[in-house]
């Protein structure tokens, strides 16, 4: 309950993080409410991508591959939070947040990049409670994804 109550003095700049033009205070990190408050699915990061590798049906693939992998992502970066391993957590929570943000997953880009901020905070309690939230979104993304991505390149 503590962890939650030491950030709460910077929840309003951390909220500001997510809106455009806004740069949050230093130190500060998005909050889950907020995160939340994002769409799933950018459609134009993927537009964008698409747009960048024309003809080469590349970023179909990555956008596949992505949803193939959520189900092995999400199982190493719960066993690393689990077992409170740092090193691997983060290796696991960054590559998360990066894909994430590659496919137009800016909800689950944000959660990561929170839950990031709070495993390099060495707490992973509070790590252990955004899980839930990460499995939840994580699915609907790629639900999201494959509904209105993939399966119109197929």
Do not use: C
């Not at 391993?85 to 990561?112: N, P, Q, Y």
């Amino acid at each position: 309950m503590h962890s939650q109550d030491s950030g709460s003095s910077s929840e309003a700049a951390a909220a500001d993080s997510l809106q455009p033009g806004i740069t949050p205070a230093a130190g500060t990190a998005p909050t889950q409410e907020a995160a939340g408050l994002l769409p799933l699915i950018d459609a134009a990061v993927l537009e964008e991508l698409e747009d960048e590798l024309v003809g080469s049906g590349l970023a179909q693939r990555f956008a596949r591959d992505y949803a193939a992998m959520w189900d092995q992502r999400y199982t190493r970066l719960a066993a690393a939070v689990d077992n409170q391993d740092t090193a691997s957590a983060l290796d696991a929570v960054i590559s998360l947040k990066i894909t994430s943000a590659m496919v137009g997953g800016v909800r689950l880009a944000k959660l990561a990049e929170l839950l990031e901020s709070v495993i390099r905070l060495g707490d992973f309690g509070q790590g252990q409670v955004l899980m839930a939230r990460v499995a939840e979104d994580g699915g609907q993304t790629v639900s999201e994804l494959q509904a209105s991505y993939i399966s119109k390149a197929d």
